[in-house]
């Protein structure tokens, strides 16, 4: 079973960048689609971002479209979130999640398609 760790949030200016990681753990990430969700204080969680297991479908949110990117290494077991441009309503705990494709490049973009997830890390930004 694949664990999940992300990394690289923090607070940042309106306007500004960050890049988030999600290291896997426990099986190789590759077998997996991946997906990054947020969450703001009294919203529901959100789709982001996801990606295939071997990166050849992507899918964004509209809300994020040229401002975020996902990627992935599988040899370093890791997915990435690049984030720019970003607006004092990006602020949110941002999750990364795992979804079992068995080598599919179908990508979800449903909260309920992905059953690994990881703990989160908050990204604040400042007006």
């Known amino acids: 079973q694949v664990q999940l760790i992300e990394s690289g949030g923090g607070l940042v200016p309106a306007g500004g960048s960050l890049k988030l990681s999600c290291a896997a753990s426990?099986?190789?990430?590759?077998?997996?689609?991946m997906g990054w969700f947020r969450q703001a204080p009294g919203k529901e969680r959100e789709f982001v971002a996801g990606?295939?297991?071997?990166?050849?479908?992507?899918r964004y949110s509209d809300s994020m479209k040229g401002r975020f990117t996902i990627s992935r290494d599988n040899g370093k077991n890791t997915v990435y979130l690049q984030m720019i441009s970003l607006k004092p309503e990006d602020t949110a705990v941002y999750y990364c999640?795992?979804?079992?494709?068995?080598?599919?490049?179908?990508?979800?973009?449903?909260?309920?398609?992905?059953?690994?997830w990881g703990q989160g890390t908050q990204v604040t930004v400042s007006s």
């Open positions: 999640a795992a979804r079992a494709t068995f080598y599919s490049n179908s990508v979800g973009d449903s909260s309920n398609e992905y059953n690994h």
């Open positions: 426990g099986a190789p990430v590759r077998a997996y689609g």
């Open positions: 990606i295939s297991w071997n990166s050849a479908n992507i």
